[in-house]
């Protein structure tokens, strides 16, 4: 039989047979001129794309075919395992196009909105307790936590961070929305007394850890947090000196109140 009819017997096509024959999986009929398929050659393509369509690699069945002592058990668990990791991010992909249509955007992009279902149900329960005044601040922090969560390890981190939101947090939250709302009218020192007396408030109601749970955190907070790509960020949603000073003292004080505790427990296991 010629390609083409061997092709559409298998329900492949001759390019891909020709790929086959490039890759040393099919061997190339013998004869001169037109080339002419036999049984054996359909068994084999046959065989060929039965692998490919069980989730086997090309390379691994090049494998098999020039190695008949190759373990083909090993190979079978391999791509079993493959199979099971697009089995894990369709599922991934699926829940993410969920989060899509249950949080659409409410900033009036025709995009949707880009973040984690448990994040969006935290902003919930914050935005309709903020003012007229603190929404617009809202909107723009919620805008930059979608870039944000790029960033490595951001995602993870604020997912440890959700794990205990408790009301006194979420009230906690409010208020801080509140006061950077009014920033913008205050003078740089009562701004400054007032961010104090909230950091009080908030390292008191988060605890020691700022609700940060896995100690390994430790190593990933300070490089999230004071990267110049988040400070960028922050600072070009956020232009009012008095909110740029907020943020970059917030950040300060929240890795220091960190790893301070972390070091005082990390002395405490060592006695």
């Known amino acids: 039989m010629r390609i083409k009819e061997l092709a559409d017997l298998v329900g492949t096509t001759p390019r891909a047979?020709?790929?086959?024959?490039?890759?040393?999986?099919?061997d190339v009929p013998r004869n001169s001129g037109i080339r002419h398929y036999s049984l054996d050659h359909a068994v084999r393509l046959v065989r060929i794309?039965?692998?490919?369509?069980?989730?086997?690699?090309?390379?691994?069945?090049?494998?098999?075919?020039?190695?008949?002592n190759?373990?083909?058990?090993?190979?079978?668990?391999?791509?079993?395992?493959?199979?099971?990791?697009?089995?894990?991010?369709l599922h991934r992909q699926k829940a993410r196009l969920r989060e899509l249509r249950e949080h659409p955007s409410s900033d009036g992009d025709p995009l949707p909105y880009a973040v984690p279902e448990?994040?969006?149900?935290?902003?919930?329960?914050?935005?309709?307790?903020?003012?007229?005044?603190?929404?617009?601040y809202f909107q723009k922090e919620k805008q930059a936590m979608e870039v944000a969560l790029?960033?490595?390890?951001?995602?993870?981190?604020?997912?440890?961070?959700?794990?205990?939101?408790?009301?006194?947090r979420i009230?906690?939250?409010?208020?801080?929305?509140?006061?950077?709302?009014?920033?913008?009218?205050?003078?740089?020192?009562?701004?400054?007394?007032e961010f104090d007396e909230h950091m009080s408030r908030?390292?008191?109601?988060?605890?020691?850890?700022?609700?940060i749970r896995q100690r390994d955190w430790r190593g990933v907070v300070r490089p999230v947090l004071m990267t110049p790509g988040v400070m960028s960020l922050l600072t070009s949603a956020y232009q009012h000196p008095n909110q740029r000073e907020f943020i970059r003292l917030f950040l300060e004080q929240?890795?220091?109140?960190?790893?301070?505790?972390?070091?005082?427990?990390?002395?405490?296991?060592?006695?």
């Not at 908030?202 to 609700?211: E, I, R, T």
């Open 202 to 211: 908030l390292h008191s109601v988060f605890g020691p850890n700022w609700g």
């Open 70 to 89: 190759l373990g083909l058990e090993d190979e079978i668990r391999l791509a079993e395992e493959a199979i099971d990791e697009q089995i894990a991010e």
């Open 17 to 26: 047979i020709r790929h086959y024959h490039h890759e040393g999986l099919l």
């Open 171 to 193: 009230s906690a939250t409010v208020d801080i929305y509140h006061l950077f709302a009014r920033l913008p009218r205050m003078e740089p020192e009562a701004a400054r007394l």
């Open 254 to 271: 929240a890795v220091e109140i960190f790893e301070s505790n972390v070091s005082r427990e990390t002395r405490g296991e060592a006695s």
């Open 118 to 136: 448990k994040l969006a149900q935290f902003y919930a329960q914050i935005g309709s307790r903020l003012s007229e005044e603190a929404q617009p």
């Open 49 to 68: 794309r039965h692998l490919t369509e069980s989730g086997m690699s090309l390379a691994t069945i090049r494998e098999l075919v020039h190695d008949p």
């Open 150 to 168: 790029r960033i490595p390890f951001v995602s993870r981190l604020v997912d440890d961070w959700l794990r205990d939101i408790t009301p006194e």
